[in-house]
C-alpha cells in the first residue's frame, strides 16, 4: 500500500475516535477562552468613548455606492457597514467639542473593475481631499492634524493602496494618515504598511449567507484539510513565486494527489457546507497576508491552518489565535502533512470547543442589524482601550509635524 494510502487509513481511524470523543461530551461542546483575552472579547464599548462622525458630501461615500452597489458584497465593505454601524450608535455624539474620536467616512476601496475586483489607485487623492475639506471646514483635525481621528482602510495593504507588496512598501502609508489611528484588515509585523496603534479588523463575509448554509452542528468532520481558491495567479505573477511568496504553489505541489487534502481551484456550492465538515482549514496568505478564509473558518467551526509568516490577526488581544488556530511557516508548507497529523485528539478538540463559542464567531462578523460582541464593537473596543488620549496627541498653537507636499507627484492631482 502507498504511504498516502497508509497515511490516509490511519487519519480516518484518528476522525473516528474525535468523533465519539466529541460524542462523549456531549454538554461540554463550547469553551470560554479564560483570562483576560475573555473579558475583552465580551467588553461594551457603550459608556467608554464618543465618536463624532463628519458630514462629508456624497461623492466620499454614498454617491460611490450608489454608483456601484456591488460594493456591499466585496470582501473591502467593512468601509460602509462602519459607517451605517456608527450612524445609530449609542457612541455618536452629534457635539464634536465632547467626543473622544472623529471619524471621517470614506469608501476607498469602492471603485471595482467590471470583474468586482476593487481598484486603489484613485484611493489616495480622494483620502487627501475628504482630508483638505475636513481640515477646512473644522478645527479639530488641526489642533491633532489627525492624532484622535480614526480612518477605515480595508485594502489589501491598508492605506499604502496598492494590491501588490512591492509597490505598496514603495508607496507606504499615505503621508496625511501618518498620525490617525488606521482600522484596517492588514497586519503584519515589521512592515511600512502597518503603523503602530492600528486597529487590525477581519476582511468582511456575508454574515446572512453564511447563516443561510450552516448545516447540523453534530454533522462529522470527514474531510481532513479543505482549501478552495488560486494557487498561482498567472495574470498578475506569470512566472511564478511571486503570489502568496509560493506557498500556495507549495501547497499544491506537494499535496495535489494526497487523499488527506481535498484542494482545489473550484468553488463549489456546497464551499460553506463543505468547510463545516472538515476538520482544518488552510488559510494561506495570497498577495496580502489576510482572506476571508479566516473568518469563514472561524465562523464554521473549522481549525484555522494560518500560513502567512508575522501575520497580525484581527482583534488579537481579544481573539486567542495560538489556542484556536494552528501556524504553519511559509518555509513548512511541504511537511503540512506530517504537522497536521502529529497535533493530538485532546487539542483538536479544545481548540473545536473554543471554536463552537458564540463570542468568537460574532466577533468575526459586521451583521446587519449590529449585534453585542461584533466587530463592530470589537472595532469601538479597541478604540476606547486607546483612551485617554496622551499628551503628545494635542499640537501647540502653530506646530505643524505633517508634509502635505509628501507622497507621490500623482496622489497631489485634485480629486
Known sequence: MSRWGLAAIAVLAAAAALFVAAEAQQGHQTE?????????????????????????????????????????????????????????????????????WFYTPVYPT???????????????????????LI?????????SEGADHFFVTPHDFGACFHYQEEKAIGRGI???LQRATLVQT????????????????????????????????????????????????????????YYARGARASVWENFKNNPLFDISTDHPPTYYEDMQRSVF????LGWAPWSPRLV???????????????????????????????????????????????????????????LANPSMKQAMLFPQPAQPRDAFHQILNGLA????????VFLKPGQRVLNWTAGPVGDLKPW
Open 281 to 284: 482549514c488552510l488559510c494561506p
Open 110 to 132: 469602492c471603485d471595482l473593475t467590471p470583474s468586482g475586483l476593487p481598484l486603489p489607485f484613485k484611493s489616495p487623492r480622494m483620502m487627501r481631499s475628504a482630508i483638505e
Open 186 to 241: 492588514f497586519g503584519q509585523k515589521n512592515h511600512v504598511c502597518l503603523k503602530d496603534g492600528s486597529i487590525t479588523i477581519p476582511p468582511f463575509a456575508p454574515p446572512q449567507k453564511m447563516q443561510n448554509h450552516l448545516i447540523p452542528g453534530d454533522t462529522p468532520r470527514s474531510i481532513f484539510v479543505y482549501f478552495r481558491g488560486l494557487f498561482y495567479d498567472t495574470g498578475n505573477d506569470p512566472e511564478g513565486g
Open 385 to 392: 482601550r486607546k483612551l485617554p488620549h496622551g499628551e503628545n
Open 135 to 143: 481640515a477646512t471646514k473644522w478645527p479639530y483635525w488641526n489642533r
Open 32 to 100: 470560554r477562552i479564560s483570562g483576560s483575552a475573555g473579558d475583552v472579547l465580551d467588553d461594551d464599548p457603550v459608556g467608554k468613548l464618543k465618536v463624532f462622525i463628519y458630514d462629508l458630501p456624497g461623492k466620499y461615500n454614498k454617491k460611490l455606492l450608489k454608483k456601484d452597489p456591488r460594493c456591499l458584497n466585496h470582501m473591502f465593505a467593512a468601509e460602509i457597514f462602519m459607517h451605517r454601524f456608527l450612524l445609530s450608535s449609542a457612541v455618536r455624539t452629534s457635539n464634536p467639542e465632547e467626543a473622544d
Open 174 to 176: 499615505l503621508p496625511l
Open 296 to 354: 469563514e473558518a472561524v465562523v464554521f467551526g473549522c481549525i484555522p491552518v494560518i500560513i502567512a509568516d508575522d501575520i497580525v490577526l484581527p482583534f488579537a488581544d481579544a481573539i486567542p489565535w495560538e489556542e484556536i488556530g494552528v501556524f504553519v511557516s511559509e518555509e513548512d508548507v511541504p511537511r503540512l502533512d506530517s504537522i497536521l497529523t502529529s497535533i493530538p485528539t485532546d487539542v483538536i478538540l479544545r481548540k473545536q470547543r473554543l
